[in-house]
């Protein structure tokens, strides 16, 4: 899912944001139903009822859930389709325990696409990040670029060890899914 925080590699405006902020920026005409929690909040398919965790809620995101429900939240395998307007912005294909989408995953977004393992609709663990300025595989935590990891652009190859989003030990400021200013 989204993060929503504009990233960054270098100065190069890499404008996308990390799998988990295209979550924040979908909006949609459905109602929306949702109970805040730490940050985050639980929005329930208008159709279904059945929740799904949004880690970066924004007002009027909606959400389409196809799979399993157990005691009111998404469940199993199944696809989840943000809207914004009445116009899909993300679709998120994996597995769900207890409404977030939970293990190995894939979350798509027009600019972009996540593949690899999520904990909360997160990315966290080890993934590709698929940018339109950009291709990030590595380590995760908290949806950011956590741990080893390459970013690969136009303006080259960098590879290291990240930390919150930011390139460690790199004399240029490099960072993903977060403002460059934060890598210091």
Excluded at 16 to 31: D, E, F, H, K, N
Excluded at 142 to 153: E, H, L, W
Aim: aromatic share 6%; hydrophobic share 35%; proline share 4%.
């Amino acid at each position: 899912m989204r993060v929503p925080v504009p990233a960054a590699v270098a100065d190069m405006n890499l404008v996308r944001t990390i799998g988990a902020a295209a979550l924040a920026a979908v909006c949609g005409s459905l109602p929306l139903h949702a109970q805040s929690v730490s940050g985050g909040r639980f929005v329930a398919d208008a159709q279904s009822g059945c929740k799904v965790w949004n880690p970066h809620p924004q007002s009027g995101e909606t959400a389409v859930w196809s799979g399993a429900c157990r005691d009111g939240f998404a469940d199993g395998a199944g696809r989840l389709q943000w809207m914004r307007d009445g116009k899909p912005t993300e679709r998120d294909d994996g597995d769900w325990r207890q409404g977030r989408q939970e293990g190995r995953g894939r979350q798509d977004w027009g600019s972009g696409r996540y593949d690899g393992d999520l904990v909360a609709g997160e990315p966290h663990g080890q993934g590709v990040l698929m940018l339109q300025s950009g291709r990030y595989e590595g380590g995760f935590a908290a949806g950011k670029p956590n741990g080893t990891g390459t970013m690969i652009s136009i303006e080259g190859s960098f590879h290291g060890l990240w930390k919150d989003g930011c390139l460690v030990g790199d004399t240029r400021r490099i960072a993903i899914g977060v403002s460059s200013a934060q890598c210091r």
